[in-house]
């Protein structure tokens, strides 16, 4: 059982940056391999980045490839999102969400594949 709580959204302007933090509580954090999504009014939740259980292999939605990127620090129970040169079409309401069981380049695109999900953290850009 994991419970997730994402914190670091808020209000930035076009080419800024956000760091946002998804802290864990609960067993065997580490083992677990980790998302973002976001879900903007009136959109499907999309893709944003994943991480391994090891660290070792990371994944991007194409939209953000090259400007955001996903750590975790198993010792703090924590995973990140760097997020930098943010645009107006990053406004989104950015969840996490967590996986027990192994992720590969397809399966961490899709939302169903993960089995716990934070309450979300609002990111907004402006111009």
């Known amino acids: 059982q994991v419970q997730l709580g994402e914190s670091g959204g808020g209000l930035v302007q076009v080419g800024g940056s956000l760091r946002l933090s998804c802290a864990a509580s609960?067993?065997?954090?580490?083992?677990?391999?980790m998302g973002w999504f976001r879900q903007a009014p009136g959109k499907e939740r999309e893709f944003v980045a994943a991480?391994?259980?090891?660290?070792?292999?990371?994944y991007y939605g194409d939209s953000v490839k090259g400007r955001f990127t996903i750590s975790r620090d198993n010792a703090k129970n924590t995973v990140y999102l760097q997020m930098i040169n943010l645009k107006p079409e990053d406004t989104a309401v950015y969840y996490c969400?967590?996986?027990?069981?192994?992720?590969?380049?397809?399966?961490?695109?899709?939302?169903?594949?993960?089995?716990?999900w934070g309450q979300g953290t609002q990111v907004t850009v402006s111009s």
């Open positions: 969400a967590a996986r027990k069981s192994p992720l590969t380049v397809v399966t961490s695109r899709r939302a169903s594949e993960y089995d716990y």
């Open positions: 609960g067993r065997t954090f580490s083992a677990y391999a």
């Open positions: 991480i391994t259980w090891s660290g070792v292999n990371t």
